[in-house]
């Protein structure tokens, strides 16, 4: 809440609040089907961080922290044997950002967040986060699918050919064959569907590979 008012006395109250991302809800279901476990850190001591937190269904809120308690909950975490996400945009956000196993910087952030983040969203949209986390899904399980095929054909294959049972040429076109149908495979990746218009394969960008500050790190 602001006062304005002159020598007189107070003329007007104006209440200032910040509205969730519309996207917000969406990010936060998708990290919960994965089975994650969400936490806020937030600098802010008002009321309105656990307020947030309930909107959003936040598993856990802390206010009022500083940079380093933010990196000491961080690394808390990690000696628990977890792996951590972090999704920053302040300065106040760059230890954590450069210590945490994942780091995406918004592309709002300040520069020094996006330069010691892993990734930065091109679009500042949260639905481009929830895209990447599907498309790394899918990318993964897709490689494991090429590699269990390349493993059975070459099981199969290897003791035809030591036994001379399997020409040159034969070997080579069945190699092709293998080769194609792991690019044909891997081409399923692009029917992947655009979320909010968005392109499927710009949501995100690797950050830049300036180091991070040491004091920061």
Known sequence: ???????????????????????????????????????????????MVAEVAAQLGIDHAIGGLRPDDKLERLKALQAEGRKVLMLGDGVNDVPVLAAADISIAMGSATDLAKTCADAVLLSNRLSALVQALELARRTRRNILENLLWATLYNGLMLPFAALGWVTPVWAAVGMSV?????????????????????????????????PCPPSMS
């Open 1 to 47: 809440w602001l006062l304005l008012g002159d020598r007189q006395g107070p003329l007007a109250w104006f209440g200032l609040d910040d509205r969730l991302r519309d996207d917000a809800p969406a990010l936060l279901a998708a990290c919960k089907a994965r089975g994650w476990r969400t936490l806020l850190l937030s600098g802010d001591s008002s009321p």
């Open 178 to 210: 293998s080769s194609l149908i792991v690019v044909l495979n891997a081409l399923r990746l692009t029917r992947v569907p655009v979320s909010a218009g968005l392109p499927a394969m710009d949501a995100a960008q690797p950050a830049r590979s300036t």
